[in-house]
């Protein structure tokens, strides 16, 4: 069964402690993404990578780490530095012709 | 700067009539567009998509149009059901680009 995993499906988080963020795909795709959702707003872009051991940051990356030592993984850390993380992290493989695949998502929030 | 948007944020639509939910786009240089759908605590799931050499592409019970001329995308849902209810998204990503850039969406209410 091919697809996107993400876990855990819902984190909690305290004040000044780093989490990280579960995301994996066999659908053997190069590039691997990272967006952050808040209520009502759409998809802001925090990392991505194009292929194994390479990664850009996106739009919104400051708070943030990523590392992809594996074609299938891709984790996400928000560390201490991100002020409001609370939101829906979502994460997504694309196909060469530029279709990107979902995964179910992470909801982060800070206690 | 440039970016896609949606022109509506909520649409109600009755049972069994047709949506039609619009977006428009900036950049001229976008070439791949893709609709997505967006239910309640889930990831985006891939509707439909279409390049900029077509006007328009159909799937089941959907159709995307591109009117490259005026920058402006649409999903026509027809025969609206009730599990339509959802955000729907429309994304854009420019040539040898890898990045998609995304709507703020429209929320599709189904009336019974």
């Known amino acids: 069964d091919g697809g996107i995993t993400q876990s855990p499906k819902y984190l909690f988080r305290k004040e000044g402690q780093n989490v990280t963020l579960s995301c994996e795909q066999n659908?053997?795709?190069?590039?691997m993404y990272w967006y952050r959702q808040d209520p009502g707003q759409g998809l802001r872009l925090i990392y991505y990578s194009q292929i194994v051991n390479d990664f850009q940051k996106g739009d919104i990356a400051e708070g943030y780490s990523v590392s992809r030592e594996k074609k299938e993984s891709f984790p996400l850390t928000v560390t201490s530095a991100q002020k409001n993380p609370t939101a829906f992290y979502l994460c997504a493989s694309q196909t060469r012709g530029g279709q990107e695949f979902f995964g179910p998502g992470t909801r982060l929030t800070v206690l | 700067g440039e970016s896609v948007g949606l022109h509506l944020p909520t649409l109600s639509v009755q049972e069994g009539d047709n949506s039609i939910i619009n977006c428009a786009y900036s950049?001229?240089?976008?070439?791949?567009f893709i609709w997505y759908k967006q239910e309640s605590g889930k990831g985006p799931q891939f509707i439909i998509d279409i390049r900029s050499n077509m006007d328009k592409r159909q799937g089941q019970r959907v159709t995307v149009l591109l009117n490259k001329t005026v920058k402006h995308l649409s999903l026509q849902i027809a025969a609206t059901q009730p599990g339509d209810s959802a955000v729907y998204f429309c994304a854009e990503n420019i040539e040898n680009d890898y990045k998609l850039s995304f709507g703020a969406g429209t929320t599709v209410t189904v009336r019974a």
């Open positions: 659908l053997n795709h190069d590039a």
């Open positions: 950049n001229s240089a976008s070439d791949y």
